[in-house]
C-alpha cells in the first residue's frame, strides 16, 4: 500500500459513504461537500492499494489560537477505510502520511474529533477541549430592552462581522480565525435534516457588537424543528441581553435551542426557569505534529524549566531530548541529550499539556509522564480549552 494526495475527490464518496452509513437520500449533499471542500482548498489524503483506494481523510488548514498565539493546526476529518481492508494497516499509514504532509507543509499542530479515542490515542492524539451543550426553550428566556442594538439576519457574514469574528477569535479560547472559506463551510447545509444555516449580525451605531451563526435541524422523531447555535459572540453585556432576545423572537418558529459553549458559559440569568437539559461533552483531541514549531509559542503560566525525553512512535523528528523553558509568557525549546532529561513522556501526554487541558503534574500523577531524576514537580499552567469549529 501506498500514500499520497487525492486527485479526484469522487474516490471518497463511495469509502466515506459505506464507512459512516450516509443515507441514500444524503449522496448527492456528500458529491457537494466533496466538491465544495476541495474548491475551499482542503487536502484530500488517501492510502492506495494499486489503483483501490482503501482509505482517506480530509485536512482543513486552519489559523486557530493556542494558548495565546495563533497557529497553523491542520484539523483532519472524514477518516474513513474500506470494510474489506480494515485491519490490514491502511488507515495507520494514512495518518502517519497525512502527519508528515502536515509537518512538511508547517503545521505545529492537528486537531479531530475521535469517533474512539482509544483509536486516536495510539497515533498520539490526546484530550483538548470541552464544552456544554444546553438545550432550553426560546420562550423560557426572560424579557430584555434591546434599546439601539438591531439585529439582522443574513447567509453569509459581511466583512465587517467576519472581522469582528476574527478580532474575537485572536484572543478567545481556541477559536479558528476564520477565512471566507471557513465560514462557506460552515454555513452550508450538508444534510438533508438541516432546513438552512444562517448568520446574525447584531449592530449598535453601525458598529457590530454581536455575532451568533446557527442552523435549523429537523428532528425526524419529533417531527420538530430547533436551533442550533455554535458561535454566540458579544462585545458586552447589553449586547448579549439583546442576542437573548432575539432567540426568543424565534419560539413561533422553533421550540427548542441547542446552545453549544464553553465550560464557563453561564446562562441562568437569561433564564426564568432552568434549562431543560445541560449536557457535558467531550470534544476535540490534539496532538503535536511538529514540537520544535511551537518554539516561541506565547502562554500565560509561571516561568518552568524542564528537561524532557519525548516519545512519538509516529513522527521520529519528535524523538529525543527537549529542554521545555517558560520565561515570561514564552515557550523556548532546544533539543538537548536524552540522558540529561528529568521526564519521560509520550507526545500524546505533552500535546494536552501544551494544549492547556491537563497540567504536567497530572500526567506524573497519572503515570503518563515517567519521572527519570530530579523532578521536583515543576509544572505548566492550564487554561480554559473550547473549540467551536465543527470539520
Known amino acids: 500500500m501506498i500514500f499520497k ?36 482548498g482542503r487536502l484530500l489524503y488517501g492510502t492506495y492499494d494499486g489503483e ?33 481492508y480494515r485491519g490490514k494497516g491502511g488507515v495507520r499509514l494514512l495518518l502517519s502520511g497525512t502527519l508528515e504532509s502536515m509537518r512538511d507543509l508547517g503545521y505545529p499542530v492537528s486537531v479531530l474529533y475521535p469517533f474512539q479515542r482509544g483509536f486516536y490515542r495510539k497515533y498520539g492524539w490526546e484530550v483538548f477541549d470541552r464544552w456544554q451543550l444546553i ?25 465587517e462581522s467576519m472581522e469582528f469574528y476574527r478580532c474575537y477569535a485572536s484572543s478567545s479560547y481556541n477559536c479558528v480565525l ?11 447545509p ?17 458598529e457590530v457588537v454581536g455575532l451568533m451563526d446557527y442552523s435549523i435541524n429537523l428532528d425526524r422523531k419529533e417531527g420538530s424543528y430547533f436551533h442550533s447555535i455554535l458561535t454566540f459572540v458579544s462585545k458586552d453585556e447589553k449586547v448579549r441581553q439583546a442576542m437573548f432576545s432575539y432567540i426568543k423572537s424565534l419560539s413561533h418558529q422553533v421550540n427548542k435551542i441547542h446552545l453549544f459553549g464553553p465550560m464557563n458559559c453561564e446562562i441562568w440569568p437569561y433564564l426564568y426557569d432552568k434549562p431543560d437539559e445541560c449536557q457535558l461533552r467531550e470534544g476535540s483531541m490534539i496532538r503535536i505534529v511538529d514540537i520544535m514549531k511551537l518554539d516561541g509559542l506565547m502562554l500565560d503560566s509561571p516561568d518552568v524549566k524542564i528537561a524532557l525525553k519525548i ?44 494544549g492547556g487541558r491537563e497540567s504536567l503534574r497530572r500526567m506524573v500523577e497519572l503515570k503518563m509522564a515517567r519521572i527519570l531524576k530530579d523532578y521536583n514537580g515543576e509544572d505548566i499552567q492550564k487554561c480554559d480549552v473550547f473549540m467551536n469549529e465543527p470539520f
Open 190 to 206: 450538508v444534510w438533508s435534516s438541516q432546513v438552512a444555516k444562517r448568520v446574525v449580525r447584531f449592530t449598535r451605531k453601525n
Open 52 to 84: 483501490t483506494l482503501v482509505a482517506g481523510c480530509v485536512v482543513y488548514p486552519y489559523r486557530m489560537r493556542l494558548r495565546e498565539s495563533a497557529v497553523t493546526m491542520g484539523g483532519i476529518a472524514l477518516v474513513c477505510s474500506r470494510q474489506d
Open 5 to 40: 494526495e487525492i486527485s479526484d475527490y469522487r474516490e471518497m464518496i463511495e469509502v466515506s459513504a459505506l464507512a459512516f452509513s450516509f443515507e441514500k437520500r444524503d449522496r448527492d449533499e456528500l458529491e457537494e461537500l466533496f466538491e465544495q471542500l476541495v474548491e475551499g
Open 178 to 188: 476564520r477565512s471566507k472559506a471557513d465560514w462557506r463551510d460552515r454555513l452550508s
Open 135 to 159: 438545550k432550553f426553550s426560546p420562550s423560557s428566556i426572560r424579557d430584555f430592552d434591546s434599546g439601539d442594538i438591531d439585529a439582522r439576519d443574513m447567509a453569509f457574514p459581511d466583512e
Open 311 to 354: 516519545e512519538d512512535a509516529q513522527c521520529p523528528w519528535n524523538v529525543g531530548g527537549i529542554m521545555l523553558e517558560i520565561r515570561d509568557g514564552v515557550l523556548n525549546l532546544t533539543k538537548i541529550p536524552e540522558e540529561e532529561a528529568q521526564l519521560e513522556i509520550g507526545i500524546g501526554a505533552i500535546s494536552t499539556v501544551i
